[in-house]
């Protein structure tokens, strides 16, 4: 099975401020990687496809890009309305994996 | 406008069995594979099952394998996730969700899951 590893876990920021978040795969998973933001007592929303594609209603200061196995998600500016849990999600295969999450507050 | 209205859920007693359902509108739900996501109390989210548009391929978790079987409904825009030998892990919000293609082919399908369900607790005590 695909194995994701994200980091950081957790992170406080202060609003402005460019954060980065990180997503590693165990093998090869080509451009198959996707991420979501999750707030408390809410679903999920998927935030970026294949690994740089914005979904609609999501503000341009989110991006995602890839090197190799390494994927990255970028918020230009921290804004308060983007606290919550980011998870990066692999759908290479038929048996699909997130990363443990990441934990965004403000500073 | 796609939505997933879920329903099930509530508190079992270890190895019991449990079903959930998830009534999709908005959308040919014949069109779409969907699948079922959960999320651990203080944990992340974990991929549960997914199954084709036609619903003729499922796919499980390891975790669920063997206790879980997922199905659908097209006629009534339907999805299930029906859970036999429930075990206190098994504790969680279960999310219904919708993937963007009709198959599941490795390397070639999305995978993404496009919209959700507003997630249905389910808690294994005794």
């Known amino acids: 099975d695909i194995q994701m590893t994200q980091s950081p876990s957790s992170l406080s920021a202060s609003v402005g401020d460019r954060v980065i978040i990180t997503c590693r795969a165990s093998?090869?998973?080509?451009?198959?990687l996707n991420w979501y933001h999750h707030k408390p007592g809410k679903a999920p929303q998927l935030l970026i496809s294949?690994?740089?594609t914005l979904e609609s209603g999501f503000p341009s200061r989110f991006s995602g890009s890839a090197s190799g196995t390494d994927f990255t998600l970028t918020i230009s500016s921290l804004q308060p309305e983007d606290v919550g849990t980011y998870y990066c999600?692999?759908?290479?295969?038929?048996?699909?994996?997130f990363g443990q999450g990441t934990k965004v507050e403000i500073k | 406008e796609v939505q997933l209205l879920q329903s099930g859920g509530g508190l079992i007693q270890p190895g019991g069995s449990l079903r959930l359902s998830c009534a999709a509108s908005g959308l040919t739900f014949r069109s779409y594979a969907m699948a079922w996501v959960r999320q651990a109390p203080g944990k992340g989210l974990e991929w549960v099952s997914t199954i084709s548009g036609s619903g003729s391929d499922t796919y499980y978790a390891d975790s669920v394998q063997g206790r879980f079987t997922i199905s659908r409904d097209n006629s009534r825009s339907t999805l299930y996730l029906y859970m036999h030998n429930l075990r206190a892990e098994d504790t969680a919000i279960y999310y219904c969700?919708?993937?963007?293609?009709?198959?599941?082919?490795?390397?070639?399908?999305?995978?993404?899951?496009?919209?959700w369900g507003q997630g249905a607790l389910v808690t294994v005590s005794s």
């Open positions: 999600q692999q759908s290479y295969g038929t048996s699909y994996s």
């Open positions: 294949a690994v740089s």
């Open positions: 969700a919708k993937l963007p293609d009709v198959v599941i082919v490795p390397a070639a399908s999305r995978g993404y899951f496009d919209y």
């Open positions: 093998q090869n998973i080509d451009y198959y």
